[in-house]
């Protein structure tokens, strides 16, 4: 780093401007295209982003932020870190071992994966087990290397650090971690004096566990492990990267043997510069000053940026200060260029990866040589302006119903205790009744219908006579099956939240937008611009329709309001407890008008709720009452005899039953099968005093479960839980799966019902 201030990114989206990097790898997959030519394509593809770092100007371009599918794996794998099942002795490992990891083979199932941070990316965790850990290859030296040579880049390797990496991984006991860091350290050293070795000069090591709780004993393991770095490669310049949060704990982190401590200033909650202003910052380090949000899709605010840098010029000289994103720009998509058919005003506020580095390069010159920004500076402030001007972001209507915010009735008339006799009453179910989770098949038709109604080439009346038809036949199917209480399918829907985006105010979506979820999986998150509102009935008409075809009751069904916050990107000038209120508000107007309509059971699933946890333990709690509060807003209004449903999916339960209770809603249906065994223990433990219906079986599987097997499942389940509160479905919507396995499934799973109640009989008799 030079004399004055420096830029440098923190890590590049790998997808590619137009996903060439997702559909290479499918292909792949497909057997369409051979191993060599899937490396030479990627090369490609990598040169290119490296080329276009370069031309913004960026002084300090990472390397090794790209991998064939993750990061972690990279890591799992340059450590010979493969799991028994998967056949590997030793050497570097295969392209096609490190794809069966990543996706699973014929012979062995995939690695586990889950969410990185609380992010919406998702990393496939590493088995630790009785490996021995060696170099099988130096990822981010051959990154170098290729950067040097393909782009004339002098990069910076970028690399997760073993603290980060061995409390991510799974296989061993808290006990062990540190002797696994024993273990880990000569190789982790190795790689890096190869990289000095090399001749590069700055390492970005990512350390985001830092921002989590830390112990006493958790900062001791830190420092063995920075000292025995420092010891070894004395001519390699480390950047500590930390982001995602503050950290606790500054005084020990900054005091570490490293050159350099990267702080996230967007997402701390002023926490970093708090500290900074207070114990002031280490004369011998530089300071990574992490101050455009690589979170989110919005242009910065500049000047409030200057005047952040200015205040830290007060505790470090600027030659010292590196600006950087807050975090990897992996979590936005490529760049706005393609965006056209956006409000201009709208599509000037955004800033993605490229625009992100542009507004970089802008402040370092503002800083540098403020007469020569001027001009650029005015521009973003007049864009911004603009936007924060528009009337869909200011509205009276939402703001006077937000200020009776905490006025709102947030509690059904009567307890669970008194209004489920009335539930009871009205609804006549048999014992243990059986449902799904809301969507069937999705068939080919039907994504078919849905393109040809958006191209123009169907007429409203036309897509809705096709789409009468699927609902028709799904009622027809249910109704064969013997299954109790029936949903209409949800084959309008694309997506649980682009469908309710499109009908709400407030909400955008861009064209080209994507963002990389897991692998080659890119998801494009509607964009929450403005207040939320509702317009109009969304599902009433669907649920209504359905509901004339059958004497059976029919639920209707919406996506509750943390998901939809959780699965969007949200507007940056507001919190998200605001925006998530505004959501709930809309959705109430929903629930009301479907409950006017007749459908007096009505589920809102919140398959998010745990995805919106903050990092630090102490944020907890406050997240959850607001988030549960939300969710009763949506939904307390309704009579006592209307039923309200929920449903959640694949994420840890047990630490947050106590806002699953506070829900409140009278039945929730609940994914089973990757929890199995500790939500049924916690319940055991606890108890649970509202319906409860825990899926018999995994949809994510084409497998058909038998009758034994889902039979097995309940009666476990009714060793727990009250048969009289007791619900049978499966783990979630069944829109992924074909339309003979769905049947063959939910047969056997209505039989398994039949069984239970059969036996239920015998033993109270
Ligand atoms: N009702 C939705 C469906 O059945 C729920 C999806 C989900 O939980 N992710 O598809
Ligand atoms: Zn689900």
Known sequence: MGETLTISNLGYPRIGSNREWKKALEAHWAGKLEEAALVKELARIRQEQLALQKDKGIDLIPVNDFTYYDHMLDMAVMFGIVPERFGYTSGRVPLSTYFAMARGSSEAPACEMTKWFNTNYHYIVPEIGEQTPSLTENKPLEAYRFAKERAGIDGMPVVVGLYTFLKLSKGFGEKELGPKVEQFLPVYVQMLKELEQDGVAWVQIDEPVLVMDMSDADIELVTRIYQEIAQAVPSLSIMLQTYFEAIDRYEQVVQLPVQGIGLDFVHDSGANLQAIAKHGFPQDKRLGVGLIDGRNIWRADLDSKLELVNTLAQSVPYARMVLQPSCSLLHVPVSTQAEEKLDPVIREALAFANEKLDELKLLGSALREPAAAAGELEASRNSLARFRALPQRNRQDVASQQAQWAQQRDQRGLAFAERQPLQQEKWQLPQLPTTTIGSFPQTKEVRQARLRWRRGEWDQHEYESFMQEQIAACMRLQEELGLDVLVHGEFERTDMVEFFGEKLDGFVFTQNGWVQSYGSRCVKPPVIYGDVAFREPMTVKESVYAKSLTAKPVKGMLTGPITILCWSFVRDDQSREQV??????????????????????????????????????????????????????????????????????????????????????????????????????????????????????????????????????????????????????????????????????????????????????????
């Open 580 to 765: 998530t209120n505004q959501i709930a508000l809309a959705l109430r107007e929903e629930v009301a008008a479907l409950e006017e309509a007749g459908i007096e059971m009505i589920q809102v699933d919140e398959p998010a709720l745990r995805e919106g946890f903050p990092l630090k333990e102490r944020d907890r709690e406050p997240y959850l009452d607001w988030a549960t509060r939300a969710f009763r807003i949506a939904t307390s209004s309704v009579k006592d005899t209307t039923q309200i449903h929920t449903h959640m999916c694949y994420c840890e339960f047990h630490d947050i039953l106590h806002a699953i209770r506070a829900l409140d809603a009278d039945v929730i249906s609940i994914e089973t099968s990757r929890s199995h065994g500790e939500l049924i223990d916690k319940l055991d433990g606890e108890g649970y005093d509202n319906g409860i219906g825990l899926g018999v079986y995994d949809i994510h599987s084409p497998r058909v479960p038998d009758v034994t097997e889902m039979a097995a499942i309940i009666e476990q389940a009714l060793q727990v839980l009250d048969p009289a509160l007791f619900w049978i479905n499966p783990d979630c919507g069944l829109k992924t799966r074909g339309i003979a396995e769905t049947k063959a499934a939910l047969a056997n799973m209505v039989e398994a019902a039949r069984q239970a109640r059969g036996t239920l009989q015998t033993v109270s008799v």
